[in-house]
């Protein structure tokens, strides 16, 4: 056992090391936890914060004040130097919300620093002066050096935690609380006073994309996706207009062009617009994708970030773990016992001031001042005003008889309120005005009975204060950040294709450096890739520059993950009993580097036929059997759509117990795996299998997409989870089909009339865009539907009169092609265009248009 160290610190007492370790980490740990990193439940401010805020209270005269002055004015209370009050007062500034700003501050969005102190200038909000501060409702504490009060928590009449977010680090506890919307935060808070549900979710200055499905209500365990929005200007620009929150356009870039340089993404020029709006515009090199390379930028740059909360603030001295519903609730609360306090001082005032009003009066109207001329001592004075007041007024320690009609006070007379009345100056009385003093104290017992309502209806009040907040100083809070969902992006997908893939079959080689080998793919490095040899085994691995994979490799190439549409047939010859045997199956999952024997295990198996099929396709092949064996049909054809598709580990259907000499493929069918039922999300513009969004129908090999954009452009493309449709204009999107009719209605620029159209699109492969009205600036797409017979409803302007019609346009024109203009339906421009659902058409005969009242 190690000895424990001990050090004499008073005659005759000891203290081993171990204990005052513990000791001194616990005071330090508190400390850190309890006056630095940790903000306060009650008004949601570090001290750090809570101090400045009181300097600049201190100072205010309405003028902008030098930060150094406010930086020395709070040394007075904090004692941890400038450089850390600097820097929290130019992040308060920043926010915009309790300091207002003079000079240049800095930016958030770039990461720019402040200029120096003594350059920039500050001074309180409106607001901070109206929510923040009142010395009557605050509660005081000395100072670390004992020379002056400061407060113990500012009187915060408002959720200000959740409005400015925070984040500390103390020893052993972090807490992160993200902004949420002024706005929202307000009619939150109205709603808990009405006992309502709500919801509210972090907003951010950056502006930008949210997903809150995991947000949790802010507390431990959760967490946020955040994305910058990215604009696509055209087929070679993207645009970053807004940030993710806590990401700077310089850290934005810096990951932009690591991820180029590791060849994740293709860019070939970054350049940085930002001024008073972010704007960061990204050159793509021709042939890239744009709908690509914006996944990619998602997936290997910071535009988008995971941000996980952790909802902790002081309370009674001690950290709490807690929701952010859970903050609001206790701020709102709070606000309501302060706005309770106030109005209990504000009648406690009103009360005194008609208490001394009313002394005053009657000292006054009645004459009592002459009472007092032969009075030989001070004494004697206060004993006289005090007889001659208890004959008209009624104290509640009088026993006042029913019918008396002396005035009711509200409390006792005391001394001080009859030394008053004696420093009354003469010149007061010989101008006392009787009827002032009465409306005077009307007015007070008005305010005085206003103020009691209040107190009796004190949610209806609180909701007035929030109401009255937002209609002052809610003008341009409103919510920057969109709140979304996005799509998952597999990074496998998007990362581009920086590698090459070759093999060398017959020595069973795989990699990106066999230059001088067969060429199989391109790829991006970070694939894993799938190898099938002739003995029958498999193994998938990373990309490397040369990995071996097995002898004689048969296949290779990109192996997906979870991949259940890829089907691989192959035959192999069990050279135990010299069968052939066939097996169709899918791999979904493996273990890296690991080989896996396909076939019975034995060492001298073979595999004689093996193909991979994108979409489970079928297949015929013709088997020759060897000219000796005594099989009387020496050919024949084996259909693979006549065996089951199974796991990796089957072991197959026989063929044939005779020989095999060659297997040669005739011809592949249909996919053997069904159809797929598609559905496109019509928030991110992705297709995908698990039902989100707009069903588009069930999908084979070869069936394509149509999509109908709002700039009266039209493409077809293939059935690709990797391509993006612009979902923000897009206005029909569904499977082609052999009848399929885009039906039309636009404005024609040219000749100011409305047209119809009708036509079969033209099927182009490379997601081509085809403009199928005219190309006039003016000209302008209302709607369009692949619906079979589809009706509309539209009204437009005719003179000052409002026409409102119907019309079936199958029957009002043939489908004509896709470069035809149409037929003209009016020289007029649309106001409203809708297409009706059956049970809202009218029986119209095709052609046929109706006028509907309007």
Known sequence: MSKVTEIDIEEGGLISLEGMYKEYFLDYASYVILERAVPNVEDGLKPVQRRILHSMKRMDDGRFHKVANVIGQTMQYHPHGDAAIGAALVNLGQKDLLIET???????????????????????????????????TTEWQVSYDGRNKEPITLPMKFPMVL?????????????????????????????????????IYPDFPTGGLIDVR????????????????????????????????????????DSILKANDKGKIQIKKVIDNTAAD??????????????????????????????????????????????????LKISTENTKDLLRQELEIKKGELEEKWHGISLEKIFIENRIYRDIEEAESFEEVIKIIAKGLKKYVATPSDKAKKGDKRLSLNRDITQDDIVKLTEIKIKKISKYNKFKTDELL?????????????????????????????SKYGKGKERRTEITEFDTIKVTRVAAKNAKLYVDRKEGFIGTSLKKEEFVTECSDIDNIIAFTKAGTMKVVKIGDKVFMGKNILHTNVWKKGDDRTTYNMIYIDAIKGRAMAKRFNVKSITRDKDYDLTTGHKNNKCVYFAAHPNGETETVQIQLTAGCKAKKKVFEFDFGSIEIKGRGSKGNIVTKYPVRKVTQLEVGSSSLGAQKIWIDEVSGRLNKEERGKYLGEFDTGDKI??????????????????KFDAQNLVEITKIKADTVVNCVYFEGEKGWTMVKRFVPEVKSGDVEQLFITDHPSSKLYLATTSVYPTIHYSFKKGKELQEYELEL?????????????????????????ELENEEKTNLSPGDTIELDF
């Open 810 to 834: 199958a029957g009002f024109m043939d489908v004509k092609g896709v470069k035809a203009i149409g037929n003209k339906l009016g020289e007029f421009k649309i106001l409203k265009i809708r």
């Open 214 to 253: 995991d947000y949790s209500n802010g507390k431990r365990g959760g967490k946020v996706k955040v994305r910058a929005k990215i604009e696509q200007r055209d087929k070679k620009t993207l645009a970053i207009t807004e940030l993710p929150y806590g990401v700077t356009t310089n850290s934005l870039i």
């Open 442 to 470: 009307k007015n007070i017992e008005e305010e005085l009975k206003q103020v009691k309502f209040d107190l009796k209806h004190l949610t209806d009040f609180a909701i007035n204060y929030f109401e009255t907040l937002l």
């Open 706 to 723: 149509i999509a109908v954009y709002k700039n009266g452009t039209y493409q077809t493309t293939d059935l690709n989870f990797d391509k």
């Open 278 to 327: 972010v704007e960061i515009l990204l050159e793509l090199p021709s042939g890239v994708s744009p709908d690509v390379s914006l996944d990619a930028l998602y997936a290997f740059t910071n535009c988008e970030v995971s941000i996980s909360p952790n909802a902790v603030v002081i309370s009674d001295n001690k950290p709490i773990f807690c929701s952010i519903e859970d903050l």
């Open 163 to 199: 409005a400015q977010g925070v984040e500390g680090i103390a020893v052993g506890l972090s807490t992160k609380i993200l902004p949420h919307n002024f706005i929202e935060l307000i009619k939150a808070s109205i709603k808990i006073l009405q006992e309502k549900r709500f919801k």
């Open 102 to 136: 003079q000079g240049n501050w800095g930016d958030y969005r770039t990461g720019d620093s402040a200029a120096a102190p003594r350059y920039i200038e500050a001074r309180l909000t409106k607001f901070a002066l109206e929510v923040a501060f009142n010395a009557q």
